[in-house]
């Protein structure tokens, strides 16, 4: 893989035509790698594509629960464009999911997780950011297992909501599933990280551990 910066799309060259889950290789429209800034200090993760980001092919684009997130990146200025953009114009930002086809009548199974995770691994590893953001109970239920010390299960994405969780090399800083975000969660989310992450030095956490 490769880190030079060609494109926000796939930067990372990531196999369009993996055959590891063969139930989502039958049903999915295309594979959904990451999207972004491979410089970039923060990492949003969801669980999987929504039948938009499957669509359009970028995580977090393509309906009204995508451009709730990209009003909330403008906000925090990693997005130029307009929310509704398939392909945001970014800065400083990467988003991805913990799994990367989507099946139509089901969310991911424990075992399609794991078998991507090498993907999500591969880009945590490239990019190396400060922040990373847990988008949904799925994905910081994942994230919490690899870099806190906490149980996974003790978390509630409900309760941490814009909140910061120091972990072990990272920061997680959670927000709720987009299509459950009212404006007072994105509001709170863009406060918090405008006040308690911009206002200080988050960089001093930045680890290069591997998982």
Same mark, same amino acid.
């Given at each position: 893989?490769?880190a030079?910066?060609?494109?926000?799309?796939?930067?990372?060259?990531?196999?369009?035509?993996?055959?590891?889950?063969?139930?989502?290789?039958?049903?999915?429209?295309?594979?959904?790698?990451?999207?972004?800034?491979?410089?970039?200090?923060?990492?949003?993760?969801?669980?999987?594509?929504?039948?938009?980001?499957?669509?359009?092919?970028?995580?977090?684009?393509?309906?009204?629960?995508?451009?709730?997130?990209?009003?909330?990146?403008?906000?925090?200025?990693?997005?130029?464009?307009?929310?509704?953009?398939?392909?945001?114009?970014?800065?400083?930002?990467?988003?991805?999911? #913990?799994?990367?086809?989507?099946? !139509? +009548? $089901?969310?991911p199974?424990? &075992?399609?997780? /794991?078998?991507? *995770?090498?993907?999500?691994?591969?880009?945590?590893?490239?990019?190396?950011?400060?922040?990373?953001?847990?988008?949904g109970?799925?994905?910081?239920?994942a994230?919490?297992?690899?870099?806190?010390?906490?149980?996974?299960?003790?978390?509630?994405?409900?309760?941490?909501?814009?909140?910061?969780?120091?972990?072990?090399?990272?920061? #997680?800083?959670p927000?709720k599933? !987009? +299509? $459950?975000?009212?404006?007072? &969660?994105?509001? /709170?989310?863009? *406060?918090?990280?405008?006040?308690?992450?911009f206002?200080?030095?988050?960089?001093?956490?930045?680890?290069?551990?591997?998982?």
């Amino acid at each position: 893989m490769d880190a030079h910066q060609r494109q926000f799309r796939n930067p990372f060259s990531m196999d369009t035509d993996c055959t590891n889950c063969s139930a989502l290789c039958e049903t999915r429209e295309q594979v959904v790698h990451g999207y972004g800034d491979v410089g970039a200090e923060f990492l949003f993760v969801g669980e999987a594509p929504t039948a938009a980001a499957e669509r359009t092919g970028v995580p977090f684009t393509g309906d009204e629960a995508g451009a709730r997130v990209q009003r909330i990146l403008g906000d925090l200025g990693f997005v130029r464009s307009e929310p509704d953009a398939d392909e945001p114009d970014v800065q400083n930002v990467f988003f991805t999911y #913990l799994t990367r086809c989507r099946h !139509p +009548e $089901r969310g991911p199974t424990d &075992d399609e997780v /794991a078998t991507c *995770e090498p993907y999500l691994n591969a880009e945590i590893r490239m990019i190396n950011p400060h922040i990373i953001v847990p988008v949904g109970q799925a994905a910081l239920e994942a994230l919490a297992f690899d870099y806190t010390t906490r149980a996974a299960d003790s978390f509630d994405v409900d309760a941490e909501h814009a909140t910061t969780i120091r972990g072990r090399g990272f920061e #997680l800083v959670p927000m709720k599933e !987009p +299509e $459950r975000l009212t404006d007072a &969660d994105a509001e /709170a989310f863009v *406060e918090h990280v405008r006040e308690s992450v911009f206002g200080r030095d988050y960089r001093q956490t930045k680890g290069r551990q591997s998982r």
